[in-house]
């Protein structure tokens, strides 16, 4: 429980804050700056063989990763 | 007013004289139970909980429940703070289940633990603006509005001395109701997340994001800087001497009743005769106090913060200052 605890930033930036970004950018126009019709970048695989919302996944994790061994998002 | 606290000659009194006719006006106002503070912490979770099935089902914008999300995350503390005071019924009174469930309920909007917010608030309360003991010192302790801001946005962090202040608390006393607090705490934090995730996995993550966790964290942004920053700001240590009258371009309604937070610090006699009593009440039990602390003070009016003010102001406890 303590791990959870420990790595709950990990999984906040992975499973909360990435969706949220690629949902922020599917959503919106902003994701005709990213040169994907709108709302289909998603199903895209856009860089790396990745999706929009795995890609911000990845980097929402490893800003929790991030966070948690500096001890802040900021 | 009775004539006899009109009459006192209270600037020769005693502070247990004082404190004798502070009780004598707070039995006053020993009345039942307060129904619009239970319709409050009602309305305000009923709202917020049909928010989400309105959103989901399209029958609600987001953009327009975002902000009555903001406004319900705003007014769930102050229902919490009278549970926390056993304001709503004392232990072993016949609504004592009330109090509890109103606390725990408006807690959890706030994704914290009623008992952990009781026995900080309380421990608050005891040491108010010591540092090392009083778990809101850093909230406190900002010499501008804008310190104060990053102090919170630092309470919101993994791991800063700001957002281990609760925790350090929690530890230090480690009584039964903390040790319940903690289990608390873990059940609610991972529920919070819990939900986000799981809206998160099924394409709503921004209705997770504007219904809750947003709304949560700009409340607490207004929660520490009205109802902990203002009060107490500048202040020392002491029963009248810890908490201070504040005005606001935004008024009392704007500012949860904080420009009159000093009421809830000269209570103290008003808890012990009128436990009952919720927030609300304070501020009537106040009015008649500040006629009596008024005459006692005459030497304070020059202070810039002593303007007359609706419900109480420091200015009437001035003389112990």
Same mark, same amino acid.
């Given at each position: 429980?303590e791990?959870?605890f420990?790595?709950?930033p990990v999984?906040f930036?992975?499973?909360f ?5 690629a949902e922020?950018?599917?959503r919106s126009s902003l ?8 709302g289909?970048?998603?199903?895209e ?9 795995q890609?911000?996944?990845i980097a929402g994790?490893?800003?929790?990763l991030?966070?948690?061994?500096r001890g802040r998002?900021i | 007013m009775?004539?006899a606290i009109?009459?006192? =000659?209270?600037?020769?009194l005693?502070?247990d ?7 004598e006006i707070?039995?006053k106002?020993?009345t ?5 503070m239970v ?8 709202i917020w909980?049909s928010?989400w ?5 399209g ?6 429940a975002a902000?009555i ?5 705003m007014l769930a ?5 009278d549970?926390q005071?056993?304001s709503y019924?004392r232990?072993? =009174?016949?609504?004592?289940?009330l109090?509890?469930t109103?606390?725990h309920v408006?807690s959890?909007?706030l994704?914290?633990s009623?008992?952990?917010?009781r026995e900080t608030?309380?421990?608050?309360h005891?040491?108010a603006?010591k540092p090392?003991?009083?778990?809101d010192?850093?909230s406190h302790?900002?010499?501008?509005a804008w ?6 946005l630092m309470s ?6 700001a957002?281990n202040?609760?925790?350090?608390t929690? =530890?230090?006393l480690g009584?039964e109701?903390?040790?319940k607090g903690?289990?608390?705490q ?9 939900i ?5 996995a099924n394409?709503m993550?921004?209705e997770?994001?504007?219904l ?5 964290k700009?409340?607490?942004f207004y929660?520490q800087f ?7 700001r500048?202040m020392?240590?002491?029963?009248y001497?810890?908490t201070?009258?504040f005005?606001?371009?935004?008024g009392?309604w ?13 209570t ?9 009593q919720?927030l609300?009440?304070?501020c009537?039990f106040c009015a008649p106090?500040?006629?009596m602390?008024?005459?006692a003070?005459q030497?304070?009016?020059?202070d810039?913060?002593? =303007?007359?003010?609706?419900?109480c102001?420091?200015?009437m406890f001035?003389r112990?200052?």
């Amino acid at each position: 429980m303590e791990l959870i605890f420990k790595y709950l930033p990990v999984l906040f930036g992975g499973l909360f804050l990435g969706p949220v970004t690629a949902e922020i950018l599917t959503r919106s126009s902003l994701i005709d700056h990213l040169g994907r019709p709108s709302g289909q970048a998603d199903a895209e695989q856009i860089a790396l063989g990745l999706s929009l919302t795995q890609l911000c996944m990845i980097a929402g994790a490893l800003w929790g990763l991030v966070a948690v061994f500096r001890g802040r998002w900021i | 007013m009775s004539k006899a606290i009109t009459d006192a =000659e209270v600037a020769s009194l005693s502070d247990d004289a004082l404190m004798r006719l502070e009780r004598e006006i707070a039995r006053k106002y020993m009345t039942g139970l307060s129904i619009p503070m239970v319709l409050w912490p009602t309305f305000n979770v009923g709202i917020w909980l049909s928010l989400w099935p309105l959103v989901i089902i399209g029958s609600l914008p987001l953009w327009v429940a975002a902000p009555i999300a903001l406004l319900n995350m705003m007014l769930a503390y102050l229902p919490s703070h009278d549970a926390q005071h056993d304001s709503y019924a004392r232990p072993g =009174e016949r609504l004592r289940w009330l109090n509890q469930t109103i606390g725990h309920v408006s807690s959890a909007l706030l994704a914290n633990s009623y008992r952990i917010l009781r026995e900080t608030h309380l421990e608050h309360h005891r040491h108010a603006n010591k540092p090392g003991l009083d778990p809101d010192y850093v909230s406190h302790s900002g010499t501008t509005a804008w310190e104060t801001l990053w102090n919170s946005l630092m309470s919101m962090q993994p791991d800063t001395p700001a957002s281990n202040t609760y925790l350090a608390t929690i =530890e230090r006393l480690g009584n039964e109701n903390c040790r319940k607090g903690k289990r608390d705490q873990a059940i609610i934090t991972l529920s919070h997340f819990g939900i986000l995730f799981v809206m998160a996995a099924n394409g709503m993550a921004l209705e997770a994001f504007f219904l809750w966790w947003l709304p949560l964290k700009l409340a607490v942004f207004y929660l520490q800087f009205y109802l902990s920053w203002a009060p107490h700001r500048d202040m020392g240590t002491g029963r009248y001497r810890d908490t201070r009258s504040f005005r606001s371009i935004g008024g009392t309604w704007w500012t949860s009743g904080m420009t009159a937070h000093v009421c809830t610090t000269c209570t103290r006699a008003f808890r012990w005769t009128a436990p009952q009593q919720p927030l609300k009440r304070c501020c009537r039990f106040c009015a008649p106090v500040k006629s009596m602390w008024r005459d006692a003070n005459q030497f304070l009016l020059a202070d810039s913060q002593g =303007e007359a003010h609706s419900f109480c102001s420091h200015l009437m406890f001035g003389r112990v200052l």
